[in-house]
């Protein structure tokens, strides 16, 4: 099946500070890049949706300002966290979605754990 | 509306037993597909199945789909202690590339 990295795959950072999250699709073009949140024990929650050249579609609740997203190519999508603080601490998912005739089918990356102190 | 809830949300099981996990969904969907996650992990695909499909198989997994009760199932047969771990199913609607939601997950533990 197709692969998507995430990096870093843990980042532990001070409140107040920036973090950048990277997702790359390795072996297909991703022409919709999704990112998730997910609380401990908890299912993923859906953040934002981004399409290759255009602005993210936020969910309802997520603060646009903070959560930074940018989709520059078609293999490659941020997610930067502004301003951390330690509310922002959880396991962020992206997933990847296009390419051929399986368009519909998303791959998951490995997920990062991000850790606010 | 939430869309794939499992049921049970935790399950308990020896080794060596098989283990069913549910998910009911509310709209109509292109196909449907089920995850496990192991503790702070990230996803890891295990079956997708369409919605004109009924049955599929991989490996000692076993996963239905009724459109019509809207719900599908997942049996893991002969469960082993690494099954552990916590299983999701993930719909999309019908418009194209409409996000995936998942339900809140199964919280499976095989004992040795």
């Known amino acids: 099946g197709a692969v998507v990295s995430q990096h870093p795959s843990r980042v532990i950072c001070k409140s107040g500070t920036s973090v950048k999250i990277e997702c790359r699709s390795l072996?297909?073009?991703?022409?919709?890049m999704f990112w998730y949140r997910q609380f401990p024990k908890k299912s993923l929650m859906l953040m934002a949706t981004?399409?290759?050249?255009?602005?993210?579609?936020?969910e309802q609740g997520v603060e646009k300002d903070k959560f930074l997203i940018n989709h520059a190519s078609l293999t490659l999508s941020t997610l930067t966290v502004t301003s951390a603080h330690p509310e922002d601490s959880s396991f962020y998912i992206c997933?990847?979605?296009?390419?051929?005739?399986?368009?519909?089918?998303?791959?998951f990356g490995p997920g990062t754990r991000l850790t606010v102190t | 509306s939430q869309q794939g809830e499992e049921d049970p949300q935790a399950l308990s099981i020896q080794e060596g037993e098989n283990a069913t996990m549910n998910c009911s969904y509310k709209?109509?969907?292109?196909?449907l597909q089920w995850y496990r996650q192991n503790s702070g992990r990230g996803l890891v695909h295990l079956i997708l199945?369409?919605?004109?499909?009924r049955e599929k198989h991989s490996g000692r997994l076993r996963v239905t789909l009724d459109t019509s009760k809207k719900s599908s199932s997942l049996l893991i047969t002969a469960s082993r202690a690494a099954d552990t771990a916590s299983y999701f199913c993930?719909?999309?609607?019908?418009?194209?590339?409409?996000?995936?939601?998942f339900g809140p997950g199964t919280r499976l533990s095989v004992l040795p």
């Open positions: 997933s990847a979605q296009g390419g051929g005739g399986r368009s519909y089918e998303q791959y």
């Open positions: 072996d297909f073009q991703a022409t919709t």
């Open positions: 981004s399409n290759e050249g255009s602005k993210a579609t936020y």
């Open positions: 709209t109509s969907i292109n196909n």
């Open positions: 199945i369409r919605s004109n499909e």
């Open positions: 993930a719909t999309d609607a019908r418009n194209y590339g409409q996000n995936f939601v």
